[in-house]
Each structure stands twice: as C-alpha cells, then as structure tokens.
C-alpha cells in the first residue's frame, strides 16, 4: 500500500479494477522476494519509483480468497503524487480503470471487507487510529 503525506495528512493510493478497490498488488515471480514483488508490482501499475520503507518491512496478510489466494501488503511512503495507469501489453489495457489519493476514512468506505483488517492495520500504523 502506498501512501504519502499532504500538509500532515496521510494519503492512500487505491485503485479501481472494475468495480472493486485495492491497492497496488500482484504476483510474486519464481525466485522474487515478496518485498521486491512489492515493488515492482507498484511500478508496473503506477509508474511510481520512489517508495520509502519507513515502517520496516511490516506486512499484514488477507484472508484466503479467490481460489485460496492471500495478498500481502507492505506500507511504503512516495512523494509522488502523479499516479500513470500504463498499457499492459498482454491486456491491451491499463490492468485499472482508475486511481485515487483517499483519506483514511474514504479509503475504509471504498474497500471491501476483505480489506478492511489491512486499512485499519495501516490506520494504526500511521497513528491515524488507536491500536484495539
């Protein structure tokens, strides 16, 4: 998940694949680390380059779905703020229709449930809500 700071406000970048909302995501390569699949994965679907680990290497992992698959998320920090959706060859398409830069609470209303434990993870991390 990428997120960048506005004026003391924590941004996060989602993005829309038809109907649903995420966050930069994808597969990891035979022999790739997730952390560099991370990366690249956020690379590829955004053009940003410039990603800061400030948190470490902390991740918080999905449940299981669609065909048992888990999405592992990293929180990294960009100054970037133009986000580009390129043309995937094997697609003949952006692999989204759309991004957005959302707040916390406008980020909770766009994600679906299965998202939601990840959200409020990275809420806390950034201290934008108290741990449980």
């Known amino acids: ?25 994808g597969v990891v390569e035979p022999a790739e680390e ?4 991370a990366i690249r994965e956020v690379q590829e679907e955004t053009l940003i380059d410039e990603l800061q680990f400030n948190w470490g290497e902390v ?11 888990v999405a592992r ?7 970037t703020e133009a986000v580009t959706l390129p043309v995937r060859p094997e697609l003949g398409r952006p692999e989204h229709n759309e991004w957005r830069w959302v707040t916390f609470e406008e980020g909770l209303a766009l994600c679906s449930p299965r998202l939601d434990p990840i959200m409020r993870w990275a809420g806390e991390t950034l201290g934008l809500v108290s741990k449980p």
Do not use: C
């Open 59 to 69: 991740y918080r992992e999905t449940a299981p779905y669609s065909h048992k698959k």
């Open 34 to 37: 997730p952390l560099a699949a």
């Open 1 to 25: 998940m990428v997120v960048r700071n506005v004026r003391g406000s924590w941004l996060f970048l989602m993005l829309r694949a038809y109907r649903n909302w995420d966050f930069p995501k």
């Open 73 to 79: 998320y990293y929180i990294a920090q960009t100054s």
